[in-house]
């Protein structure tokens, strides 16, 4: 049997982690900040589910929540701004646990957060998102989700096969 793994792709394997000791440019700091967040959201995974220490859950969702500001902070100084107008600019995007101003600043700057699979935190659900190729509605983008049943990991559209190295 051919092993196949989910298309989505772990936030570090799309923007990989600097060396040790690297400080990088904000050109290449900021996308992978923002698919460090991503990749750090909570929605798709099982974080709430009966069986998940609770510890874990507010753990994870304080990541979450900081690794969103980090990445905010990180755009602010890449358009310039500091200082308190920064600080300002990064709470602003931050209310009610919609990281709205985050996946409005991926798009500008490259990153397909579609693309991306959240972290581990939890069981894998027992259900998940398939989405629609982008089209253009109200003059945004926008995608129809439909609510499939099994695990992504299990489900062939979402699955690719890993070829084998030598």
Same mark, same amino acid.
């Given at each position: 049997m051919t092993e196949r793994r989910t298309k989505r792709r772990y936030?570090?394997?799309?923007y990989p982690h600097a060396d040790e000791g690297d400080i990088r440019p904000?050109?290449?700091?900021?996308?992978?900040?923002?698919?460090r967040a991503?990749?750090?959201?909570?929605?798709?995974?099982?974080?709430l589910e009966d069986d998940v220490d609770p510890k874990l859950s507010v753990d994870r969702s304080m990541q979450m929540?900081?690794?969103?500001?980090?990445?905010?902070?990180?755009?602010?100084?890449? @358009?310039?701004?500091?200082?308190?107008?920064?600080?300002?600019? !990064? =709470?602003?995007g931050m209310g009610d646990g919609e990281f709205w101003r985050l996946h409005e600043e991926a798009a500008k700057y490259g990153?397909?957060?579609?693309?991306?699979?959240?972290?581990p935190c939890g069981p894998e659900r027992d259900q998940h998102d398939h989405?629609?190729?982008?089209?253009?509605?109200?003059?945004?983008e926008?995608?129809?989700?439909?609510?499939?049943?099994? @695990?992504?990991?299990?489900?062939?559209?979402?699955?690719?096969? !890993? =070829?084998?190295?030598?």
């Amino acid at each position: 049997m051919t092993e196949r793994r989910t298309k989505r792709r772990y936030a570090h394997e799309l923007y990989p982690h600097a060396d040790e000791g690297d400080i990088r440019p904000l050109d290449v700091e900021v996308p992978y900040r923002i698919a460090r967040a991503v990749g750090f959201d909570v929605q798709g995974t099982g974080w709430l589910e009966d069986d998940v220490d609770p510890k874990l859950s507010v753990d994870r969702s304080m990541q979450m929540i900081n690794e969103s500001k980090l990445a905010l902070l990180a755009i602010a100084l890449h @358009k310039g701004m500091t200082g308190d107008a920064a600080w300002g600019w !990064v =709470e602003s995007g931050m209310g009610d646990g919609e990281f709205w101003r985050l996946h409005e600043e991926a798009a500008k700057y490259g990153v397909d957060t579609y693309a991306i699979k959240p972290y581990p935190c939890g069981p894998e659900r027992d259900q998940h998102d398939h989405l629609s190729e982008p089209h253009f509605r109200y003059g945004m983008e926008s995608r129809t989700v439909t609510r499939v049943q099994g @695990k992504e990991s299990e489900c062939e559209e979402c699955t690719e096969a !890993v =070829e084998e190295t030598r």
